[in-house]
């Protein structure tokens, strides 16, 4: 009898890891050839952990573009070591994972390869598209930005097979890095001088380890204060004097947008931050209605003064849960400001938007750039058709390999969080709803993008103007800025102190805020009276020092 048990467990044992073999098998046999490059990594029986990187070997077999590629063929584009990790945070609850490659010599040391001619690095990720079952939109998102002529990460979509395992469809994708993003590289020897200005990067994100600002996040319930990290250099490589140099730029670019005259294009945000990238940042945001827009896996970065002294926005990263996938904090609507979150989820604990973009739309210049920006490009790289066409060559590329990819994640018509509702049933219907989404969300933005500020007038003000130069002391960029309570004619006076008229016109003003740029090159230096008059009889008299 105990015979006969022992004799039952070995033959269960051997059953078992029959099946376990078989299992193997069919999952690494849904794979035999692809239109797409082959990933084949081997850890060696070891578990891949958060942190930190284990050696594993990788081997792709990419034969060229147009060629097929078989797993029966030599690992011809690449073939060695690698540090491999598990990356993402929430998104490790998945089956399927993302992972954090570098690309290794046999003694350790980091490896500069290009991969399918992109530049030559070390550093890639693998990501897994797992909840998104489009599997495009981080490489939409990216494609979106590159149209703009901003950087974001070159991708290639491959099939992964880890330790026999058929993993399905994977992105492999240029991982952040100062050299990709077009800024300099940095030394700790990097303490002084021009090569202590940069570059850098950094961000807000979920696991903060630098420096809090100083301003709290708008409509806060939890005075919760945006908290940075850094990217680059990254925490175990930056000295203090680059930690005291970087906090204090992004200190100073806050303390200028947070003043009354942020505006000043001398001493105002514009002295700090290259604008025009926060635009293309802003539009891609706003496109994809991205959740974590502005919060969360948001980067900036800030080159060497004497290639560059302003903070820049993006590279733009992380939009898995963007262009209608994401079923909370209104991250599916088609209408609203993803800028506005705060909004919508004042107390959420990963993160909440800085005050800067709030900030930016009373800002009369950004406004006005930012709407002619959009509307210049919405005729040309931004048409909705263009954005179809991307979409539609990606179905296209991913054709073969999906019916595998679902084979192996049989997940469609199912809820994987954070899928909205209604889930499509099938992947014709998640390209027809992110497609209908697209257009719906392209024309909300049309309808909704201010062409200027609309001011409104406050019962605390008094009579019917307010007015604000700047900057002050005038120069050749100086403007005049009226707000005004209603539509009215005025007269606009320049007196030299001894009463001496200098310069007279009359503007017609809307009710709102109105901008007068005002050159002031023809006067010479000293002190004047700028005095503003309307038919009622108001005047409003400012000092201007020249």
Avoid at 27 to 44: A, D, E, F, R
Avoid at 240 to 253: A, G, L, R, S
Avoid at 427 to 446: A, G, H, N
């Amino acid at each position: 009898m105990e015979y006969h048990f022992s004799f039952s467990k070995k033959i269960g044992l051997l059953v078992f890891h029959a099946l376990l073999f078989v299992n193997l098998f069919a999952q690494s046999s849904l794979l035999t050839s692809s239109n797409l490059p082959i990933v084949v990594i081997n850890t060696g029986g070891q578990t891949i952990l958060d942190d930190p990187k284990i050696t594993a070997d990788l081997g792709i077999v990419y034969n060229g573009t147009g060629q097929r590629n078989a797993l029966t063929d030599a690992f011809n584009h690449y073939n060695g070591k690698i540090g491999i990790e598990v990356r993402g945070q929430s998104s490790q609850m998945f089956p399927m994972k993302s992972y954090g490659i570098e690309l290794r010599l046999a003694d350790g040391s980091s490896n500069n390869q290009s991969l399918f001619g992109m530049p030559s690095e070390s550093d890639w990720v693998l990501y897994a598209p797992y909840t998104d079952k489009t599997l495009m939109r981080n490489v939409l998102a990216y494609s979106i930005s590159n149209s703009l002529g901003r950087y974001a990460s070159k991708c290639r979509f491959v099939e992964l097979i880890l330790n026999n395992d058929y993993k399905g469809i994977y992105v492999l994708m240029e991982k952040i890095k100062p050299g990709r993003a077009g800024i300099v590289k940095m030394k700790k020897s990097d303490i002084e001088g021009d090569a202590l200005t940069g570059g850098y990067i950094f961000s807000l994100d979920k696991q903060p380890n630098a420096w809090y600002s100083s301003f709290p996040a708008p409509k806060s319930t939890n005075q919760s204060f945006p908290h940075f990290s850094y990217v680059y250099p990254k925490e175990t490589d930056i000295v203090e004097q680059q930690k005291n140099y970087i906090k204090k730029q992004v200190d100073d670019f806050e303390a200028a947008l947070n003043s009354s005259n942020f505006q000043d294009p001398l001493i105002g945000v514009r002295k700090y931050a290259d604008l025009n990238s926060f635009m293309d940042y802003f539009i891609v945001n706003e496109i994809s209605r991205n959740v974590d827009g502005y919060r969360l896996s948001s980067y900036f970065n800030k080159d060497r003064d004497s290639k560059n002294s302003l903070i820049k926005a993006g590279p733009v990263w992380d939009y898995d849960l963007s262009f209608r996938n994401a079923n909370y904090c209104n991250g599916s609507n088609v209408n609203g400001w993803a800028f506005q979150f705060n909004e919508v989820c004042p107390g959420d604990g990963a993160g909440l938007v800085p005050f800067w973009w709030e900030k930016l739309f009373t800002d009369s210049n950004y406004v006005k750039d930012l709407h002619k920006r959009w509307t210049q490009q919405r005729t040309s790289v931004l048409k909705t058709a263009n954005l179809n066409q991307v979409i539609d060559s990606i179905v296209q590329l991913t054709d073969e390999a999906r019916q595998r990819h679902f084979k192996r994640w049989p997940i469609l018509g199912q809820y994987i969080w954070p899928n909205p509702n209604p889930i499509p049933n099938s992947y014709t219907e998640e390209i027809s709803y992110l497609k209908v989404w697209l257009d719906q969300r392209l024309t909300w933005i049309d309808q909704n993008l201010p062409k200027q500020i609309k001011a409104n007038w406050t019962e605390s003000n008094t009579g019917t103007l307010q007015v604000n130069v700047f900057p002050n002391p005038i120069n050749s960029r100086s403007k005049i800025q009226i707000l005004a309570k209603e539509d009215q004619e005025i007269s606009v006076e320049l007196f030299q102190v001894n009463g001496k008229l200098t310069y007279a016109t009359k503007k017609l003003l809307i009710k709102g805020l109105n901008q007068i740029d005002q050159n002031f090159s023809f006067i010479s230096s000293g002190i004047y009276l700028l005095v503003i008059k309307n038919g009622a009889g108001e005047k409003i008299i400012t000092k201007l020092i020249k």
